[in-house]
């Protein structure tokens, strides 16, 4: 009989190490990974996104990095649609698939599937944007936590575009998630367990290193296309506001740790809500790396 065909799924929070411990296990079985972080999608936002450097992409072969432009839209339904039609070819060449990534929506899209999107309500879409305009996004939270309270603790509240869609659904009364679909293929989800201090540690030690890598001068070239929704994202929006001058560099940093601290908080919150991912407490990428092919000898096909 032959070997059954898994996807091997490793999530945790931002500043977590899974881009490391990815690497190690495709470097293990021997295959390539598909990244599910939607911003590492984007061409020109390498630092701010903390994509796999130069080195690391050399060593595994990698998917969906670098792969668009920033004005170029791509939703969780497209992910699921172009990311499964890869691992149609990925599987001819390989028994098992890697897949990293923080970003829930889309590792959830690619293991159960999506419901059918409805068709935009441009009318209150409109109304949406001219509530923004006006009132800021400060008024598109309270419309969502009027609507759906929980939902509002799911998504990134920073983000007007998310904001906007989520409340569309909500009066459109549409589930975004459909029972699960059986997928032709293994899942084996595995996510990191970090203690919350030492990956706040981790996020404001790592914020420093991106600015001196040159995160300033990267914000600076992205400048004139702030308003493109890929860049309503943590590490550059502050930024704008200091290139703005509505606030100093010192506090634009600190905006940017505190921020990511807050999004590490709703990733996990999101995630702790799977009840199929196996949860590996941080340690060397090593020994977390053995803990999970371990996991994958042991378990029954």
């Known amino acids: 009989m032959a070997a059954p065909k898994k996807l091997i799924v ?25 990244s599910a972080d939607a911003r590492q999608f984007y061409q020109s936002m390498d630092i701010g996104t903390a994509k796999p450097s130069m080195v690391e992409l050399e060593m595994v072969q990698h998917h969906f990095i670098n792969n ?23 599987f001819q060449k390989y028994n098992n698939v890697v897949v990293c990534g923080g970003s ?14 409805p068709a935009a309500d441009l009318n209150l879409r409109a109304e ?4 923004y305009q006006n009132s800021g ?14 939902k509002l603790q799911q998504i990134d509240t920073s983000n007007p575009q998310r904001l906007m ?25 595995f996510g990191i367990l970090t203690d919350r201090e030492a990956l706040y540690n981790r996020i404001n030690e790592r914020v420093d290193h991106m600015m001196a890598a040159g995160l300033l001068a990267e914000a600076k070239k992205l400048y004139p ?38 999004y590490a908080k709703r990733q996990m919150t999101w995630f702790k809500r799977d009840t ?13 790396a053995l803990q999970i092919m371990k996991h994958l000898e042991s378990t029954p096909h």
């Open 225 to 262: 296309i702030k308003a493109l929704n890929a860049l309503q994202t943590v590490g550059y929006k502050e930024l704008f506001e200091y290139f703005d001058n509505t606030c100093s560099l010192a506090f634009a940093i600190d905006k940017i740790k505190q921020h990511t601290r807050n």
């Open 10 to 34: 490793i999530v945790g929070p931002t500043a977590s190490g899974k881009t490391a411990l990815s690497i190690e296990i495709a470097k293990l079985l021997q295959t390539e990974i598909i």
């Open 276 to 288: 199929e991912i196996n949860w590996i407490p941080a340690t060397e990428t090593k020994t977390m």
């Open 137 to 150: 996004i400060t008024a598109l939270q309270l419309r969502l936590h009027e609507l759906n309270p929980v």
């Open 104 to 117: 829930g929506l889309y590792v959830q899209a690619l293991c159960q599937g999506m419901s059918t999107m």
């Open 128 to 131: 949406l944007e001219k509530t």
């Open 68 to 90: 668009l432009e920033p004005a170029d839209y791509f939703s969780a339904g497209d992910f699921e649609r172009t990311a499964l039609k890869l691992l149609e070819t990925l």
């Open 165 to 189: 869609r989520a409340i569309e659904m909500e009066i459109q009364q549409v589930e975004l998630v459909q029972p699960a679909i059986k997928r032709p293929f293994e899942i084996h989800k």
